[in-house]
């Protein structure tokens, strides 16, 4: 007999061993990006959720960035995020309102957590709480906590 018993044995443990290795790992060097799904029976229920992510910057590298969908039920709501000291952080630089007829409408708004001459510094790690609030800062609709 040309091969025994136990050689076919290690032959065979190595192409399979081999096909996992190509099935599972990643040789391309590239970073896989994490699809992000937001549970629609959840958000009905508090229709606030955040998640991170990136995009391009003018310079054409990426930069983090975090993205904010809420819903919107009164009149001059605008996001406010406060970091775990309750100093204010960022302001979203518009309002948004219910439509005419009053019905709510969701919107996605995209905080840039890189230096930019508009917002300012780049935004460092750690615990920070988004809050919607409609007219003021002390009309809270509604909050989120996160760690970034």
């Known amino acids: 007999m040309l091969i025994d018993k136990t050689d076919l044995e290690w032959i065979l ?3 399979i061993s081999a096909i996992l290795v190509f099935t599972f790992v990643d040789f391309s060097g ?4 994490k699809e992000v799904i937001i549970d629609e029976s959840a958000y ?3 229709p606030l959720v955040a998640w991170k992510d990136t995009h391009e910057k003018w ?3 990426h930069g983090d960035i975090l993205k904010i969908k809420y819903r919107v039920f009164n009149d001059d709501t605008f996001i406010q995020v406060v970091n775990s000291e309750r100093e204010l952080v960022h302001t979203q630089p518009f309002q948004r309102s219910p ?3 009053g019905r709510f409408r969701d919107f996605t708004y995209t905080w840039r957590l890189y ?6 510094d780049d935004i460092p790690s750690g615990e920070y709480q988004i809050r919607v609030c409609s007219k003021n800062s002390r009309n809270i609709d509604m909050i989120l906590d996160i760690i970034i």
């Open 99 to 101: 439509w005419e007829d």
């Open 30 to 33: 590239k970073s896989t990006k």
């Open 13 to 15: 443990i190595a192409s």
């Open 59 to 61: 310079n054409g590298k």
């Open 44 to 46: 009905e229920d508090y």
């Open 115 to 120: 230096y930019t001459e508009d917002y300012g």
